[in-house]
């Protein structure tokens, strides 16, 4: 007999707008298993398999493999991971957008180029070859952009110190008219959306990173139009800039990521003028303990980063790896905590980690969500240990 908020695996898939076909093949590929199951063998699905299911069907749209979508949506109904789901697949269907329009625009200059003259420019085949393979980097600017969301999102719901990170070193890099600035490793922009009302009218802003993904939302933050910004993309141990070009240069969470931070420093030394500043900011080795001990205590095996980022570029050895190539270097703590008293966005933070958590938290999720929600039931103090070098050429 049918259980009532049950529908059957012929009403699912005309839900769905699939065939049946369809939904047997995504459970045997584990993707998507009934909730109900008679002794006869009937299948039954609800509404939070019908979510599923729209995911899975959303990011197959997207190029997405089977086995990326496997490691993407996890089995749960949390309206919360739900919605920050959602959003990143809005964001990776408007970067769709923007390099379908790139690709259309690519082959229509093909076109026209064989058309009129009778010729191919190979360089905008080779162009439209580029714009072609953009997709395959799909997974990676997932996983980047979902990630850092959910770092950034457990900060700002739950950081004790008001000011928030960005305003507090916005403020710390005293930036006035007339300033060239570099920033490297901008991600979304989010330094200078927070800030956006306080900056001088006649100043230049480079926003880079490696990611061109990251420069389209920024871009997309911050708007085309604003002629103080431009955005280029490239390796910070490279910098595609002439000798004493910026007054300022801003790493934020960026030189520990370097393969080769001397390289790194040479460069940023040499494209800041005489007396030109370098802010960057980086983490000490007590920062966000406390949720390696919770990972910890729920299952011994998970690392919740394979590198000790502090160790590479920190607070404590940070002022002996710049000095070097800088003087008058100084260090300002960012007074914070955060006291996180709901389970959700500590588990998308948890999850975004650079370690091997997924491994094992993600067969078990419902058990994690369960422990993790004991734990902050009466609020769960985090320790953060965090702030900016300032140095000087």
């Known amino acids: 007999m049918k259980k009532k908020g049950y529908y059957s695996s012929g009403e699912f898939a005309r839900m769905a707008h699939v065939t049946l076909r369809t939904i047997r093949y995504y459970d045997k590929q584990d993707l998507l298993k009934p909730s109900f199951v008679t002794e006869s063998g009937a299948r039954f699905y609800t509404d939070s398999d019908f979510a599923r299911l729209s995911q899975i069907l959303l990011l197959k749209y997207l ?27 809005l964001k990776l269907v408007r970067d769709r957008i923007e390099q379908m329009q790139l690709v259309e625009k690519a082959i229509q200059d ?5 058309r009129s003259r009778h010729v191919i420019d190979w360089n905008q085949m080779l162009d439209l070859i580029h714009l072609t393979g953009m997709e395959k980097s799909m997974k990676n600017q997932y996983q980047n952009a979902s990630n850092i969301s959910s770092r950034i999102n457990l900060h700002s719901l739950y950081s004790q110190n008001k000011q928030g990170w960005f305003p507090w070193v916005y403020e710390q890099c005293r930036i006035g008219p007339h300033m060239k600035i570099l920033e490297l490793g ?15 009218a006649n100043i230049s802003i480079t ?32 910098i595609p800039y002439e000798n004493n070009s910026f007054d300022l240069v801003i790493a934020d ?23 030109g500043k370098f802010v960057c900011s980086t983490y000490g080795s007590r920062h966000m303990q406390e949720v390696s001990q919770l990972v910890q205590d729920f299952d011994s095996r998970i690392v919740l980063s ?16 710049l000095s070097p190539y800088f003087s008058h270097i100084s260090w300002k703590n960012y007074e914070d905590s955060l006291l996180v008293p709901d389970a959700e966005p500590l588990i998308s933070y948890i999850l975004s980690c650079h370690g091997n958590q997924n491994q094992y938290l993600l067969d078990r999720y419902k058990d994690f969500r369960s422990f993790v929600s004991r734990k902050t039931r009466d609020g769960f103090f985090i320790t953060k240990d965090a702030g900016i070098f300032f140095c000087e050429k």
């Open 63 to 89: 190029g997405f493999s089977l086995d990326d979508i496997r490691e993407m949506i996890i089995d749960d109904t949390d309206y919360h991971f739900m919605e920050n789901s959602l959003n990143i697949q």
């Open 253 to 275: 969470h960026v030189l520990f990521y370097c393969e080769d931070i001397p390289a790194v420093c040479r460069e940023i030394h040499r494209v800041l003028v005489p007396g």
């Open 207 to 238: 926003l880079s990173d490696l990611s061109s993904g990251m420069l389209w939302d920024a871009r997309r933050a911050l708007g085309r139009k604003d002629n103080r910004f431009s955005f280029e993309a490239f390796d910070c141990s490279e």
């Open 186 to 200: 901008c991600g979304d922009g989010a330094l200078w959306t927070q800030n956006r009302s306080l900056l001088p």
């Open 110 to 114: 093909t076109t026209e180029a064989i």
């Open 306 to 321: 394979a590198d000790k980022l502090y160790e590479r570029f920190g607070r404590e050895n940070g002022r002996q790896i």
